[in-house]
C-alpha cells in the first residue's frame, strides 16, 4: 500500500499530503499529524520532509499550522464533507482541498485521515 501512495504522491508537481487525525482520550478528533507528503508539498510550505512528516500540525512552523486551517480540516473530519479554500502563506496564497477517506463504516473513529492536494494560486 506504502509503494502505491508514494506512486501517486510522486506522479505530481503540486503539493499533497495525507493527515491523521490525532483524537483525545474522549475520541474528539483535536489535531493532526502528517503521514504522508511529496516534494511539492515539501516546496510549497518552505520545509525539508524531515521537518514534515511524522510532525504535528499542533507543533507549528509552517502555513498549514494556522488555527483558522486546523478548524476547517476538524469539520471535515466530524462532517466527511470535502472543503476547498485558500490561505496566506508567506506572500502568497495556496489553494487547498480536503476529504477525508478511510472504510467509515468498519472504522469510523479509528481510520480518520484527510488527503490534501494544493497549490500555488496563480494571479
Known sequence: ?????DAIFAATDEGILSLAAIRDTTGQPVDFQIVHLNQGACRLLKRPADQLQ?????????????????ARLLRVIRSGNRDQFEIGSGGRDLRLSATRFGDLQRFPLEWDHLVIPFERETL
Open 1 to 5: 500500500m506504502n509503494n502505491l501512495i
Open 54 to 70: 511524522w510532525h504535528r500540525l499542533a507543533t507549528g512552523g509552517h502555513s498549514l499550522c494556522q488555527p483558522e486551517v486546523a
